[in-house]
């Protein structure tokens, strides 16, 4: 990996693997190709100085518009494909953009969302250059938030912030094959297609696409590093559909990875490194664990390095050369402190020498005026061995205000024996969380779901989130 690479695509032309390729759900292109080829039907240059929203659906499109226009583009604003119409014009705004990549059978939609300037179609494939590159921009990267209320917020980014946790890292000495669950224009997908560039290849998803496709595809392009939220990979093992790969490691992120779906994963591929890592779109990449343990060692803790991290009234923050430069838009809030620590707002509990994640700060539940965090039930639920996953939410109660209520899946009983009457389930799960858990804790109703709503980031769709 380059320090401080000019462009992405100067990178990518000095380290990316002679075999390496992108493969897209229906076409595939090489990275040497384009050294020569532009997905952009020669029109780069009129992209160059712009701040350019990047609108197309077709994940491969997307992936080639970036290493092109890296270095040409002021700022590069990647809209994920589920970017809701009525908020596209807050982005331009934001952003100050002032052209557009589409999809080249939605040239037209540029005046649906109102960028001034050009609209140039992109292409998953490439056509001859016509031309030689040259770098003239240190290109900001904007990306958008996932929340799942509102608008969502602008992070602004540089290659270098973006690429440092890539800094030092060990390269395999055989090209890998990347994939991830992940869209490439969400912060922890676009973590995977920056490695994956640099020395590899990579299997890009689509949202579309029915999870047992996703695996036969990366299974047929020998696919040896993958990453998901734990969401996604419960809902991979679910499917029947894990056992067609065979990777050498494993990424859990976005999440709070529980100790239930890390052995889950263990057992699932016994010659693979199962590691989880910590990482936002305003922290940047915090750590990686890889001893099979969920949480992580309180060691991390003050010791300083290029990421610092520290517990604030129980709630994380971080302070490295990875996290972003600032919020884009009037009237938002400062993304950094004044020591430039980021509040991830994620909630952590230290015991015995060890860290765990136990939720967001905003998403505590009130039983009669203590607090209840759905990720720590959550955990225990999923350590029975007929749970595949499950969600806890409020329910509105007249005496303590909300009581806790699971829904739970299930796990295949036809692949997995005889299941249990869900009464006798009813009675373990509750038992289960009453050994382990204070009394406020427990599920007061448990409900048996065939499956949980995920988000297009692959988290869990949480209530009032």
């Known amino acids: 990996m380059p320090n401080d690479p000019r462009s992405l695509w100067e990178a990518v032309t000095a380290f990316a693997a002679p075999e390496g390729r992108l493969l897209g759900p229906r076409a595939a292109v090489s990275l040497a190709g384009l050294a020569h080829g532009t997905s952009l039907g020669g029109r780069l240059e ?13 994940p491969l499109a997307a992936a080639l518009a970036m290493l092109e226009l890296d270095g040409v583009a002021r700022r590069l604003v990647l809209c994920p494909p589920d970017l809701a119409t009525e908020h596209v014009p807050q982005v331009i705004a934001g952003a100050a953009a002032d052209a557009c990549a589409l999809d080249a059978n939605q040239a037209s939609a540029a005046m649906s969302v109102m960028v001034t300037g050009p609209a140039v179609p992109a292409r998953a494939a490439l056509t001859p250059l016509g031309s030689s590159r040259r770098s003239s921009h240190a290109t900001e990267w904007i990306l958008l938030t996932s929340g799942t209320t509102g608008a969502p917020k602008l992070v602004l980014h540089t290659l270098a912030s973006l690429t440092r946790s890539l800094a030092g890292a060990a390269w395999p000495a055989q090209p890998p094959v990347w994939s991830t669950f992940y869209d490439i224009r969400r912060y922890g997908g676009l973590q995977i ?48 559909a894990a056992a067609t790969i065979a ?124 607090k209840v965090h759905p990720e720590e039930v959550e955990a225990v639920l ?32 036809a692949s997995s024996g005889e299941r249990p009457p869900p009464s006798a389930l009813t009675r373990e799960l509750t038992e289960s969380c009453r050994q382990k858990l ?28």
Not at 400 to 410: E, N, P, R, S
């Open 46 to 58: 009129e992209l160059r100085g712009r701040s350019v929203l990047l609108l197309m659906k077709d």
């Open 193 to 240: 297609f920056l490695r994956a560039v640099h020395g590899g290849s990579l299997v890009l998803s689509d949202p579309a696409e029915d999870v047992t496709d996703f695996l036969a595809r990366a299974a047929a392009a020998a696919v040896t590093h993958i990453s998901g939220t734990p969401s996604h990979w419960r809902r991979a093992l679910m499917s029947g």
């Open 247 to 370: 990777p050498r490691y494993v990424r859990l992120s976005g999440e709070i990875a529980d100790q239930a779906v890390l052995d889950a994963l263990r057992v699932a591929y016994r010659q693979a490194t199962v590691a989880h890592a910590f990482a936002s779109t305003e922290a940047g990449v915090a750590f990686e664990i890889r001893d099979g343990l969920a949480g992580f060692p309180a060691e991390l803790l003050g010791a300083g390095g290029p990421v610092e991290l520290r517990l604030v009234n129980e709630t994380l923050q971080i302070r490295s050369g990875g996290t972003a430069q600032r919020y884009l838009g009037e009237g938002v809030e400062p993304l950094r402190s004044t020591d430039d620590f980021v509040d991830t707002g994620d909630r952590v509990q230290e015991r015995t020498g060890r860290c765990y994640f136990v939720g967001r700060r905003g998403g505590v539940i009130n039983v009669g005026g203590l």
């Open 382 to 413: 999923n350590t029975h061995p007929w749970v595949r996953m499950s969600l806890v939410r409020a329910r509105n109660n007249p005496i303590t205000g909300a009581i806790v209520a699971a829904d739970v899946v299930l796990a295949d009983a």
């Open 438 to 465: 204070a009394p406020h804790k427990v599920p007061a109703v448990i409900r048996f779901v065939a499956a949980l709503e995920m988000s297009a980031s692959g988290k869990l769709v949480r209530p009032g989130a």
